[in-house]
């Protein structure tokens, strides 16, 4: 019986802090809440969630050239070697270029001429989230969506854009052939 008789002590214990606690948190509030009808302070309407293309001035870019998958043979089996990345850059654009512009600066990036660049496998993705999805930027309606996107995003306006090697012009080529051969 001592043992129940010290439960109940902590027990009652327990909730008089509690109510002690609840007691205090309530006049916090009645505080707070008269403070700020007296002082009648004007609620700002919230931001809007996009911003002006004209407050961005520069948007980072960076170009990362994947080189194509080795081809395996099918007798060896080999374990897959890791295909180093090349990366170029930083360039920076802004949200008035046009879609031939922005091939324009990415070719510069490189450098190559913009005819050259492979455009049909052209992706992008922004810096952070790193693991952020790579988005098609193939044609002026993909290029349009990233600028929607730039212009809804509040920060961060680093891009990269992911594609093969460019394409060898035929006069690098020829010369390629006559030197090596």
């Not at 080999?78 to 031939?100: Q, S, Y």
């Not at 990233?146 to 995003?153: A, G, K, T």
């Not at 891009?159 to 030197?179: T, W």
Request: with cysteine; hydrophobic share 35%.
């Amino acid at each position: 019986m001592v043992v129940n008789e010290e439960l109940q002590k902590k027990r009652e214990k327990r909730l008089e802090a509690n109510q002690k606690r609840q007691e205090r948190e309530k006049r916090k509030r009645e505080e707070k809440a008269g403070q700020n009808s007296e002082a009648e302070v004007e609620k700002t309407p919230k931001k809007s969630r996009t911003i002006d293309p004209e407050a961005i001035q520069k948007v980072t870019l960076y170009v990362e050239i994947h080189p194509p998958a080795p081809q395996q043979s099918s007798r060896v089996s080999k374990k897959a070697t890791a295909r180093p990345v090349i990366k170029r850059g930083p360039a920076f654009f802004t949200l008035d270029n046009d879609f031939d512009e922005f091939k324009s600066i990415v070719a510069k990036t490189i450098p190559c001429k913009p005819k050259l660049l492979p455009i049909d496998k052209m992706e992008w993705r922004y810096e952070k989230p790193a693991n952020d999805v790579k988005k098609p930027l193939v044609s002026a309606e993909g290029f349009e969506a990233m600028h929607l996107s730039l212009c809804e995003r509040k920060a961060g306006f680093v891009i990269y854009i992911s594609i093969p090697p460019p394409r060898q012009d035929d006069a690098v080529s020829l010369v390629k052939l006559f030197c090596t051969g």
